[in-house]
């Protein structure tokens, strides 16, 4: 069945940059099955040409006006943040994923390194909660632990012990194991950010800060933006000979970058920037499992990069087995993620602000990010 394309604005100056992008993907995902030798083609580059946007988008004059979702949106954020209903509707995707996934929304594989292991653990409806353990020291950190009852199976099954709690967030969806697993594990620290409310947090971190537990050294990235003290965290490869692992809680998903909640998109911006000083081999392990969505989306904005046809291939082959699509590199995550290429110039001129007397490249870039996230947050796929 063709897809069916409705129609919002762009924002921007002139009559290229006053359009709308606004599309949604056939059942079939046609565009995203185009038959092709992608085998002989390497990664993409940033072009010197912009290239066609998807045949699946239309484009028409924006019509300025307010969101009337907006308010609703904001405010229903407000109540799951900083009120016990939150807590509550926490409490009932907990009790809805346990029962419909039993054994875990996907099929995780650890990664076992030179002493080191990286156990991705399926938790609530598309979660990722991780144990990072020093095999030696039979030492766990857990990250993001929101199914208490999932990690405490996996910390029992590798016969470890569970001395530190990485959270990237105050969401419950990302927090609302750590008072369980905290007064189960009696010397169990609990990590965070004290701008971000983290639930029973007993050692806040700043930006930069080390946490050390065995062999392993993690270092805190402040990266705010999705929340105003959301960390990420980086696992350093250099003690155990292997590649630094990035836990980038709703930072950074594969093709994908989490909503500016509390923050600006130059905020956002400045956090992704942070991420992409790491080193092309390091290993993303996100928060959830949002590969194939993120990109379908990529494929609309971005139609001829060949990278992420062929990341699309796997992923959908992946998730058809219900296999997990973690981790990728950040290597990657530069050859097909939209939030990551807004220096692009083939994404600057199919959805950038235009050129300006006065705007800076930072300013143009961080209106490239709002209006991708803008363009994610409308997209919808079957």
């Known amino acids: 069945m063709a897809a069916v394309v409705a129609a919002t604005a762009l924002k921007g100056r002139g009559a290229r940059n006053a359009r709308v992008l606004r599309g949604i993907l056939s059942g079939e995902k046609a565009s995203q099955n185009r038959t092709r030798a992608l085998q002989s083609h390497s990664s993409p580059e940033c072009k010197e040409e912009p290239e066609p946007l998807s045949p699946e988008l239309e484009y028409i004059p924006r019509k300025r006006g307010k969101n009337p979702m907006k308010a609703v949106g904001l405010a229903w954020y407000s109540l799951y943040t900083r009120t016990w209903l939150g807590y509550l509707f926490y409490r009932q995707q907990l009790r809805r994923a346990r029962n419909r996934y039993p054994k875990g929304h996907s099929k995780t594989q650890p990664r076992l390194f030179n002493g080191v292991k990286v156990l991705p653990i399926p938790v609530l409806a598309d979660n990722y909660s991780y144990l990072i353990i020093d095999t030696q020291a039979r030492l766990a950190v857990a990250v993001d632990p929101s199914d208490p009852r999932a990690v405490q199976a996996s910390i029992e099954k590798e016969g470890v012990t569970l001395v530190a709690i990485l959270c990237t967030h105050k969401h419950w969806d990302h927090s609302g194991g750590n008072r369980d697993l905290s007064r189960r594990h009696r010397d169990c620290r609990v990590y965070g950010s004290p701008q971000d ?54 930072l950074l998903f594969l093709s994908g970058c989490g909503r500016t909640f509390e923050g600006t998109a130059e905020t956002m911006l400045s956090s992704l920037d942070t991420v992409l000083g790491l080193g092309d081999d390091t290993l993303l392990w996100p928060g959830h499992e949002y590969a194939e969505e993120n990109l379908g989306f990529a494929g609309m904005v971005e139609p001829e990069n060949l990278a992420r046809e062929r990341k699309m291939q796997w992923v959908q082959r992946q998730r058809m087995e219900r296999k997990s699509t973690c981790p990728s590199t950040l290597g990657e995550e530069r050859s097909y993620n939209p939030f990551l290429r807004t220096h692009c110039l083939a994404l600057q001129e199919a959805l950038g602000p235009g050129p300006g007397p006065t705007e800076d490249d930072c300013s143009s870039r961080a209106q490239l990010l709002e209006e991708l996230r803008r363009l994610k947050d409308m997209h919808k796929s079957k």
Not at 221 to 235: D, E, N
């Open 197 to 250: 409310g983290i639930p029973y947090l007993t050692h806040p971190l700043c930006h930069q800060d080390v946490v050390s537990v065995g062999r392993l050294q993690i270092r805190a990235l402040a990266t705010p933006g999705h929340t105003q003290g959301h960390l990420v965290y980086l696992l350093d490869g250099e003690p155990y000979k292997g590649p630094s692992c990035l836990f980038s809680g709703d």
